[in-house]
Structure formats: structure tokens, C-alpha cells
């Protein structure tokens, strides 16, 4: 197992390695740099289909399903001894849910799947771009209403 | 319900009143946190980082459950298996539809999607002046800049 990053918050950043980080970042400053000069509509669609992007979480439950399911279906119907897959498989996948890690991480990382924080941070950077937050600024005193609600407005609460 | 975040599978299955809680309360942490103290700001910020959001509580759930099935399943009678079934049965279906049975009750307690826990911390972010100054006069920031201030 490779090491773990314990100042990482992103449980899944946490165990993945500086190459993989390096190549995940840079796809994600490629496009930034891509749409920098494109048009608002056409960051429009980049951010509609980067809300859809599915990230690791999705790949990991279907996969722990995938695994857990057929082996506890071969522990009812062949041999009590699948269980003990099940159970490997299911206590991998608690402890990716706790701390981070889960066998089929590393692959995934390295096909490149995003978390749902790095595709979000993609997309507050296409918001910048397209001048979302042009109008945010610092409040001057201690209370400053329309700096903060036009903050509200750009991230669309 | 909010156009950005339609695509949000999990806020499609949310009940209309607790979307709005949800957002009441990422709307009331952004009021209380913009006008504090730049070291405040900065905690905020890193705590939310640390968030536990909903796909982390249901993974957890799920894996406690599915997992007590197929201990009691392999040790002591194989008809707790069926447990282990039913949860990841749950499990597929909140992966590629967004819903599952847990998924209303952790909602009610308040506990946010990651794009949700987005939104406060990008806000405070830009109340903290994250994304000012990349735009000089009027020209393109780089990319560089830009992705610079998203990690930061």
C-alpha cells in the first residue's frame, strides 16, 4: 500500500500518488486554460456537463455492490466460503468510507476519475472565468449586506 | 428548487422542505462567517474541507450493515446474507439514481451533498478575496492563477 498523505483532508487525494495528483491537477488546469477564452455560453455547457461528471464515489459503491453481491450469492447457493470474500470486500469498502482507501482506488485514480471536490473546484474556476464573482469583494466593515449576498447569488444559494 | 444544482441526484430525492433547510443553513454559515476574522474565516474553511457529506454517511451506513450481514451470514446461519443483499441492492440503486432508503432521514438531519458543502466554502472563499486581482486590467487571468486560487 502506498503511503498516506495524514494532512490531506480529501480522503481520496489522501491515498493517491504525486503522479496521479499531478496528472488529475493538470486536466483540470488544461481545461481552465482551454476555456479562459471561450464564451460564456459555451462555459455554460462545460459547467452543465461537469455536474454530471460521475466521480469515484459512484464507481466505488457500484463496484463493492458488484463484488459483494455476487460473492454473497455464491455463499447462499455453493459454498458458506464466499462469505469470507463478502466480508473482505465490505470491510475494504468501510474502511474507504472512513479513512480513504479502497483496492480498486489506485486503478481508478489512474484512469483518471475525479472526486466530487476536484470537479466542483473546476467548476467555480470555469465561474471565475465567466466573471461569476466579479462583483465579490472582501467586505470593507464588519458588516457589508451586499457584499455577502451578492457572494449568496454566485454560488447560487 | 435551484437550476445550478438540478443535476445534483441526491437533491432531486431531497423533500422540498428539507432542500430548503439545507440551504437556509449553508445561507446563515455564509452571513456569520464573511463578516468574522480573517483566522476564523480561514478554520471555517479548512473544516469544511473536512465535512463528512452524504455519500461519506451512506458509504459508512451501508458498509456496517451490509458487512454484520455477511459476518452472521458466513458464521452463523446464511439467511443473514440476505441483509448483505438487500443494502447493496440499495446501494446500486442510490449509485445510478441518486435515492435510497436512508437517504430522506440523513437529509432531515441536515447532512449536505459535497456540492452544497461547495457552495458555502467557494462563497466564503470569494468573501475572503480569493478570486480578487486575477483579472489585471480587464485582461484573461491565467489558468495557472486561477486553478491557484481554487486549491488554495
Known amino acids: ?157 | 428548487m435551484q437550476d445550478h444544482l438540478e443535476m445534483d441526484r441526491v437533491r432531486r430525492h431531497t423533500s422540498a422542505r428539507a432542500a430548503v433547510e439545507v440551504d437556509e443553513t449553508t445561507r446563515r454559515n455564509i452571513r456569520l462567517y464573511a463578516t468574522q476574522p480573517r483566522s476564523v474565516l480561514d478554520e471555517r474553511i479548512a473544516e469544511l474541507e473536512r465535512e463528512r457529506d452524504i455519500e461519506q454517511v451512506l458509504e459508512t451506513n451501508a458498509s456496517i450493515l451490509a458487512l454484520t450481514g455477511a459476518v452472521l451470514g458466513t458464521a452463523v446461519d446464511r439467511r443473514f446474507f440476505f441483509l448483505t443483499g438487500a443494502v447493496l441492492g440499495f446501494l446500486t440503486q442510490h449509485a445510478t439514481s441518486g435515492w435510497c432508503p436512508p437517504v430522506p432521514i440523513f437529509r432531515a438531519l441536515g447532512v449536505r451533498t459535497q456540492a452544497e458543502i461547495d457552495q458555502e466554502k467557494f462563497a466564503l472563499k470569494a468573501l475572503r478575496g480569493d478570486f480578487r486581482n486575477l483579472k489585471t486590467d480587464g485582461e484573461r487571468p491565467s489558468a495557472a492563477r486561477v486553478m491557484q486560487a481554487v486549491m488554495a
Open chain 1, 1 to 157: 500500500m502506498q503511503l498516506r498523505r495524514s494532512d490531506e483532508p480529501d480522503r481520496v487525494r489522501r491515498y493517491t500518488t504525486d503522479n496521479q495528483l499531478r496528472r488529475i491537477d493538470g486536466k483540470t488546469e488544461r481545461s481552465i486554460r482551454l476555456y479562459l477564452s471561450q464564451s460564456p455560453e459555451v462555459i455554460d455547457e462545460r459547467i452543465a456537463e461537469l455536474r454530471t461528471e460521475w466521480s469515484i464515489e459512484r464507481f466505488l459503491q457500484l463496484n463493492v455492490a458488484a463484488v459483494g453481491l455476487s460473492t454473497a450469492l455464491l455463499a447462499v447457493t455453493r459454498n458458506r466460503n464466499w462469505g469470507f470474500a463478502t466480508c473482505a470486500g465490505l470491510a475494504f469498502f468501510l474502511l474507504h468510507a472512513t479513512d480513504g482507501f479502497d483496492p480498486p482506488l489506485p486503478l481508478l485514480r489512474q484512469l483518471g476519475i475525479r472526486t466530487r471536490a476536484e470537479i466542483d473546484r473546476e467548476i467555480y474556476a470555469l465561474k471565475v472565468i465567466r466573471g461569476d464573482f466579479d462583483d465579490v469583494n472582501p467586505p470593507a466593515e464588519p458588516v457589508a449586506r451586499p457584499e455577502v449576498e451578492r457572494a449568496l447569488r454566485a454560488v447560487g444559494v
